[in-house]
């Protein structure tokens, strides 16, 4: 059953009922055009949706299995949606290895104002309800009122890195940090997590594996993935593969490396990874030197087809003030700590980078075109 409702005691209450029926839950993003929520719900097929008026049926409605618990939406890079179906184990997983993990406790209180519709936001709302932690939940992110919440008992919370630099985090005991690449310089009281919708949000915290999960890398350094979080299935009709082999391994589609102290380092989406004049470019590693330029609010670095190079390194620049950074003295900060091939050959200036809920780039948009300038 879809559930269209804002986050908050009501959105918890709709939860346990549907569960408590034995059926799965689809949270929709409330924040999507009318016809974007029309072909999500055309792709998943869900039986019912609940809103402030109460449960209306659907049809074509696709049945779940026994011991579902949650279809949450994910599109990838194709923009086609389709849904990752988590069972109550792996729910359940998901929550007791986190909290083991942060060490939290019975007089804690999660604060949940990521967008329930994603499985970082809805995480936090499911952990606190498996493990019987207090919870809190805002209909989205405001730093004044995360604040309140922080001041009133609320002593764990889930942020991207957006929402971390508009508040005081010396409030939180501990903040889980997802979502975008985070700051250089985070508080000590973070915690960086690295998951996907098909393992129910983060299993690897600070680089290391939570209780239960198995990372390796394959030959070409893509992360695989085992534990008792990951999806059981895709669910819609464009849900053409199952991305977890015999083995129960997952295939990422992400490329890390060990590091020397023994921590998982996420290099990028291999999708990503910008090959020019032969030479391999991680655009994260890009945008990180390009960040240290005052010139610049935001930067995305991405590939664009290019008949001499095979692609190009771009970069789309959010100016921080009125002085626009040029192209030469972008190259120039690069090669401070970079081989010179990983400097962009071309700046496009924006007003604005498109981005997920949760904060990440959406670098796909940017190359087909982007927002305007």
């Known amino acids: 059953m879809a559930i269209d409702l804002p986050g908050g005691l009501g959105f918890v209450d709709a939860l346990s009922r549907i569960w408590d029926a034995g059926d799965a839950a689809l949270p929709l993003d409330r924040r999507a055009p009318a016809a974007a929520r029309a072909r999500l719900l055309h792709e998943l097929r869900p039986s019912a949706v609940v809103d402030a008026d109460g449960a209306h049926a659907l049809d074509d409605g696709l049945e779940t299995e026994a011991g579902d618990a949650l279809v949450m939406s994910t599109s990838g890079s194709t923009g086609r949606p389709k ?50 932690t207090g919870l809190i939940v805002h209909d989205g992110f405001d730093a004044a009122a995360a604040e309140v919440a922080a001041r009133s008992g609320a002593t764990a919370v889930s942020l991207v890195a957006t929402a971390l630099a508009r508040i005081d985090a010396d409030l939180f005991g501990v903040i889980v940090l997802g979502g975008s690449r985070p700051p250089s310089d985070r508080p000590p009281n973070t915690v960086t997590t690295y998951g996907l919708t098909e393992t129910g949000s983060g299993v690897v915290y600070d680089g290391r594996p939570l209780d239960g999960v198995e990372v390796r890398l394959a030959g070409d350094g893509q992360i695989q993935l085992r534990c008792p979080m990951s999806m059981r299935c895709y669910r819609g009709r464009s849900a053409l593969h199952h991305p977890i082999d015999a083995d129960g391994w997952l295939a990422t589609g992400d490329v ?55 692609q190009r390194v771009v970069a789309w620049v959010v100016p921080s003030g009125p002085a626009e950074p040029t192209l030469d003295g972008l190259r120039a900060r690069v090669r401070e700590v970079l081989p010179a091939f990983m400097a962009p050959k071309e700046l496009r200036l924006i007003g604005e980078i498109p981005r ?14 982007g927002p305007p300038t």
């Open 83 to 132: 849904g990752v179906v988590l069972t109550h184990d792996a729910v359940g997983a998901s929550a007791l290895a986190t909290t083991a993990r942060l060490g939290l406790g019975p007089g804690d209180t999660w604060l949940a104002c990521l967008p329930l519709s994603h499985v970082g936001g809805l995480g936090v709302v499911t952990r606190a309800m498996v493990t019987g």
């Open 256 to 310: 890390g490396e060990w590091r020397e102290d023994g921590r998982l380092h996420v290099a990028g989406r291999r999708g990503d990874l910008i090959v020019t004049g032969g030479e391999n470019v991680w655009p994260e590693q890009v945008e990180a030197a390009l960040r240290l330029d005052p010139a610049i609010g935001e930067v995305v670095v991405a590939g664009v087809d290019d008949p001499e190079w095979g």
């Open 356 to 369: 997920t809920a949760l904060g990440k780039p959406e670098r796909h948009r940017l190359v087909a075109g």
